[in-house]
Antibody, heavy 122, light 110 residues
Framework: EVQLLESGGGLVQPGGSLRLSCVAS????????MHWVRQAPGKGLEWISG????????YYADSVKGRITISRDNSKNTLYLRMSSLRVEYSAVYYC???????????????WGQGTTVTVSS | QSLLTQPPSASETPGQRVTISCSGS????????VNWYQQFPGTAPKLLIY???QRPSGVPDRFSGSKSGTSASLAISGLQSEDEADYYC???????????FGGGTMLTVL
């Protein structure tokens, strides 16, 4: 069974930093692109970043470019999201998600984690 | 405001058919396939339709998708109370080099 388990969320002050992790199991991790999608309270889904299976290609939404870094460690079956200079509006549930192919482009996300909540507040 | 436009809400009675639209533009829906996700409150989204009209294993054939030009639609036939959820369309955007989600449609089964 494919499973994605996020961790690392919590309360952080504006301007602070945070690293989210997502441990994958049940599939050949390095063969698939991975993504981060967030959802602010009461709002819709927002894709923020994707990374290819090898980690060689990364993509970011304009709204977060320069403030987040996506990475992966295929030896540990783990996806990361490093966030810095956090703003109040970054408060959301952050979902880790698996792509249907090795490239993050074009192919749908087919499996989602349960999400980890990030709250940016003073 | 999302670049993929969905109606914020839709409603229909049990047993009937409902369609949810998703309007985009040339770099996204006009050039790439559309996917649809279903989300219940407090839970993670679930892939419902991919590549415009393909259903993942386990998704009932009551759910169908279509695309024409820069618009796409999700149809749900034989509506059931358990279909009450939020539905999102998504497509890759060649200009932005990123994924776009529609704003979501809250479906109410009357």
């Amino acid at each position: 069974e494919v499973q994605l388990l996020e961790s690392g969320g919590g309360l952080v002050q504006p301007g602070g930093s945070l690293r989210l992790s997502c441990v994958a199991s049940g599939f050949t991790f390095s063969s698939y692109a991975m993504h981060w999608v967030r959802q602010a309270p009461g709002k819709g889904l927002e894709w923020i970043s994707g990374i290819s299976g090898t980690g060689g290609s990364t993509y970011y939404a304009d709204s977060v470019k320069g403030r987040i870094t996506i990475s992966r460690d295929n030896s540990k079956n783990t996806l990361y999201l490093r966030m810095s200079s956090l703003r109040v509006e970054y408060s959301a549930v952050y979902y880790c998600a698996k792509g249907l192919a090795a490239t993050p482009q074009y192919y749908a996300v087919d499996v989602w984690g349960q999400g980890t909540t990030v709250t940016v507040s003073s | 405001q999302s670049l993929l436009t969905q109606p914020p809400s839709a409603s229909e009675t049990p047993g009937q058919r409902v369609t949810i639209s998703c309007s985009g533009s040339s770099p996204n829906i006009g050039s790439n396939t559309v996917n649809w996700y279903q989300q219940f409150p407090g839970t993670a989204p679930k892939l419902l339709i991919y590549n415009n009209n393909q259903r993942p294993s386990g998704v009932p054939d009551r759910f169908s998708g279509s695309k024409s030009g820069t618009s796409a639609s999700l149809a749900i036939s034989g509506l059931q109370s358990e279909d009450e959820a939020d539905y999102y369309c998504a497509a890759w955007d060649d200009s932005l080099k990123g994924w776009l989600f529609g704003g979501g449609t809250m479906l109410t089964v009357l």
